[in-house]
């Protein structure tokens, strides 16, 4: 009986450490252990020598050897059936499925190569809310109630308050900084503004803007320059030309407008520039003294220079967009055209 139990447990951990490679293994397995003349029955041809009072234990303990031998058999067996049933195993040598990867939208490409530029000379990055009050957009920039200039843009009105207006550009965000922020400031503000512009290849009712803002002593027109002049070489390139024409916006004294040579003909006329050479880009000036008395900040001590530039219009010279409307379109066929810039 004792040699009888040793077998069996020899054959179990053999059983139990088996793991057919194939099904002509397992059916060596089968003839092995379950076969007429496998180990099963020649164990139980064992029983006759066990004397009578231990034969009871020893049927058990063989009836268990049994069924672990053919569940271990059935549990293979099926196995390989529904490995086959599936077809042929999958080829992991083939190349993996593509995962679709979105690409970042032009304007946000554009603004984030602005900022970098800016950052780059020691401007930090300001927003502000797109629903603003009267005096953040308007009032605090030199344009009162019932000033003209108020004109040069159609303003959205927030109809459940007359207070309110969606913004109309981003200088309203300078004029919080200006209001919470210790001199010297020297900030950009990018952003979406809105206009009740009909919309075409040329207007939308909504865009972006990123304008900048620099208060200090000693502040010239000459830095204004020099700023936007070293930005333009870093957005266009290093032979791009600049040019300043008189113009006038109420919170800047004097003020300009900013073109840059043609960045597709260089400047011998094409439709891009409408065979000027030239194409505008932003408009800047040295902040208005009644701006900077309106935040407590003395005109006498302190000057500034502020710009504004339209991220789209920045798109449009140096990609060529020639549309306003395909920014807002979704149509992927453009959008990943901007996949590697
Ligand atoms: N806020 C002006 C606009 O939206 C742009 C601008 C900003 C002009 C700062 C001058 C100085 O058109």
Request: aromatic residues 10%; hydrophobic residues 35%; contains cysteine.
């Amino acid at each position: 009986m004792a040699s009888l139990q040793e077998q069996i447990q020899q054959y179990e951990q053999e059983i139990n450490s088996f793991v057919p490679a194939n099904a002509a293994e397992l059916e060596d397995y089968r003839i092995r252990f379950l076969g007429t003349k496998g180990i099963v029955k020649m164990i139980f041809g064992e029983m006759k020598t066990v004397p009578a009072d231990q034969r009871k234990e020893a049927g058990q303990l063989l009836n268990g050897f049994k069924i672990l031998a053919e569940e271990k058999y059935e549990s293979f067996k099926s196995l390989q059936a529904s490995a086959a049933a599936k077809g042929p195993a999958i080829d992991n040598t083939l190349p993996g499925t593509p995962l679709p990867l979105g690409t970042r939208h032009p304007l946000r490409v554009v603004e984030n190569k602005i900022i970098s530029i800016f950052e780059r000379i020691g401007f930090s990055v300001a927003t502000g809310p797109e629903i603003e009050d009267d005096w953040h957009n308007f009032t605090s920039l030199n344009m009162p109630q019932h000033h003209p200039a108020r004109d040069m843009q159609d303003t959205f009105y927030v109809s459940t308050n007359p207070d309110w207006v969606l913004r109309t550009h981003t200088s309203s965000a300078q004029a919080r900084i200006l209001e919470s922020q210790p001199l010297p400031i020297r900030v950009i503000c990018p952003g979406r503004v809105y206009r009740n512009e009909t919309i075409s290849a040329r207007a939308h009712c909504f865009f972006h803007q990123c304008e900048g803002l620099y208060v200090d002593k000693n502040v010239s027109f000459a830095d204004l320059k020099q700023t936007l002049y070293y930005f333009v070489t870093e957005m266009f390139g290093e032979n791009t030309k600049v040019r300043f024409r008189p113009s006038y916006f109420p919170f800047t004294e004097p003020s300009a407008e900013m073109d840059i040579s043609c960045t597709v003909c260089g400047g011998s006329g094409c439709n891009l520039c409408k065979h000027t050479g030239w194409v505008e880009i932003l408009g800047c000036g040295m902040v208005h003294p009644n701006m900077l008395r309106n935040f407590g900040i003395d005109p006498e001590v302190y000057t500034g220079f502020a710009f504004g530039m339209g991220v789209e219009r920045i798109t449009q010279v140096k990609y060529q967009v020639n549309d306003l409307r395909l920014y807002s379109q979704n149509d992927v066929r453009f959008l990943r055209q901007f996949q590697s810039v």
